[in-house]
T-cell receptor
Framework: GDSVTQMEGPVTLSEEAFLTINCTYTATGYPSLFWYVQYPGEGLQLLLKATKADDKGSNKGFEATYRKETTSFHLEKGSVQVSDSAVYFCALSGNFNKFYFGSGTKLNVKP | NAGVTQTPKFQVLKTGQSMTLQCAQDMNHNSMYWYRQDPGMGLRLIYYSASEGTTDKGEVPNGYNVSRLNKREFSLRLESAAPSQTSVYFC????????????????FGPGTRLTVT
């Protein structure tokens, strides 16, 4: 069945450091891939998405490229800020727009 | 626009009690979803409603029932709560799609934190 695996956290970085959060997926066909972010006490918000192979999603300095050959969708940011501290979820879409989420990666950014 | 709203925000139940979690959306979406979020397990789909008048089981439906009351509202009921149902519950909504290659963003509510003692 469809599934998403993402690196365990927490990830602790200093401000302005480079961020990578790994995400790999298993799916039949060609799903869309998403990154969602959850700030403390809130629901999930869409951060970026990619709908086909080699697409790059980007938003707020974050990027992720849909790699079909490695079944990956790693999240990157060149210079993190304290305000980026949150939990990040990788997800893929199935039929009827059902989403399958990874376990989440908590990011702590220190000043 | 309020987006997706959920009530209550917090709830404590004793084992065996029942309750209904309410969800409403004002985005005119056809599809609605209920997830539970547990530490280290991400979000798991409990039930979904692809369109008004239909509901289907997700990954972890046991112990839950749902009602799609109308296009706006989708409720989740726990008939006899158990400690294993202690979790944070999220409702989400989206446009309708049956095809994997046609996908839409899901919009999430703020969550209900449920504790069963």
């Amino acid at each position: 069945g469809d599934s998403v695996t993402q690196m365990e956290g927490p990830v602790t970085l200093s401000e302005e450091a480079f961020l990578t959060i790994n995400c790999t997926y298993t799916a039949t066909g060609y799903p869309s891939l998403f990154w969602y972010v959850q700030y403390p006490g809130e629901g999930l918000q869409l951060l970026l998405k990619a709908t086909k192979a080699d697409d790059k999603g980007s938003n707020k300095g974050f990027e992720a490229t849909y790699r079909k050959e490695t079944t990956s969708f790693h999240l990157e940011k060149g210079s993190v800020q304290v305000s980026d501290s949150a939990v990040y979820f990788c997800a893929l879409s199935g039929n009827f727009n059902k989403f399958y989420f990874g376990s989440g990666t908590k990011l702590n950014v220190k000043p | 626009n309020a987006g997706v709203t959920q009530t209550p925000k917090f709830q404590v139940l004793k084992t065996g009690q029942s309750m209904t979690l309410q969800c409403a959306q004002d985005m005119n979406h056809n599809s609605m979803y209920w997830y539970r979020q547990d530490p280290g397990m991400g979000l798991r789909l409990i039930y979904y409603s692809a369109s008004e008048g239909t509901t289907d089981k997700g990954e972890v439906p046991n112990g839950y029932n749902v009602s799609r009351l109308n296009k706006r509202e989708f409720s989740l009921r726990l008939e006899s709560a158990a400690p294993s149902q202690t979790s944070v519950y999220f409702c989400a909504s989206s446009e309708f799609s049956v095809r994997r290659d046609v996908t839409y963003e899901q919009y999430f509510g703020p969550g209900t934190r449920l504790t069963v003692t």
